[in-house]
């Protein structure tokens, strides 16, 4: 069996990996953000939004996994837009005319909006609030469904608030910020997140690709408890030896000043800096119940065996968690 994963050299897309190689496939990853001299050779370095010769790595492969980017308020909207949608979309088209026998787009429940309602299953319809992280997911996903109903066998899963070691936006982000002292939650910290650990979005990303009833489907995989972004984020605070400010509302534009002068702390560009924050003032969490019905998938790691493992992680002095080296041959690299 032949996997081919976007994103290669992500958290996500190493920690999927690791669990397929563990199942005997062979699998071949594509990352544009990665080094021909310092990756290993698994690893093809590539563009997705153009047409190049990584396209003749989807040859005889089995399965895609396209791992979306995650939501972080640095960079523009135009590059959002082009490694997302338009990077599915060529990656899809191309699947299809390979005739690879399932896809799946790792996108993730922002897609649902700022605004989303308690208990919001996968056909909830809610309004973006022109939030351009959801309307970029939400357009990606649409490039998804066109190339299935083209004849690509697709899955969609949405995980929830993904954290854990090496996990950019939910951990590594949160810890910097702290450490400079220039995290602030909006709200009063009663937002509501469904925290998820990495481990479990990969088996359920897994679980998704290969059983009989994920083709065709769109699966919501969150953690097994909702949290107030308060309780969420005071394991963060107390790791960095800080106290957690939070602000008394959520206003757009003091809050993007605030993360101005986070992202300035750090060096960062960023003009997303008030959409970003809307995710943190969200009166409700996804459902999980259709992945649990459809694919007898839940996830296991509760929000303190998951702070326990980057509390760890975090004392070991936050070691690369990315896979060096494949356990399995990769695939052979288009000429």
Known sequence: ?????????????????????SQGWHVQGVDVLASESTEPDWIYVADITMPGAWEGLLDGIDLVIHVVSSSRETGDVQAKWDTNVLGTQRLFEAAR??????????????????????????????????????????????????????GLPVTIVRPSDMYGPGVPLWTTRVLDLLAVKQFKLPHGGKGMVRPTYITDVADGVITAATHDNGSGGIFNLVGPQALSTEAFFRPYARLAGVKLEKHARFVGRPLAATVGAMNKALGLPGELASDAMAFLTRPGTPSGERAAAVLDWQATITPEMGFAAIADWVRRGKPNVTLSRPLATPLPKPV
């Open 1 to 21: 069996m032949r996997a081919l994963i976007t994103r290669a050299t992500g958290a996500l897309s190493s920690t999927i990996t690791s669990r397929l190689l």
């Open 97 to 150: 005319r390979a005739a690879v026998k399932r896809a799946v787009l790792v996108s993730n429940t922002n897609v649902l909006g700022p605004f989303v309602r308690d208990g919001a299953d996968e056909d909830y319809l809610g309004s973006t609030g022109g939030n351009i992280f959801s309307e970029v997911l939400l357009a990606a996903e649409h490039r998804a469904l066109q190339a299935a109903a083209l």
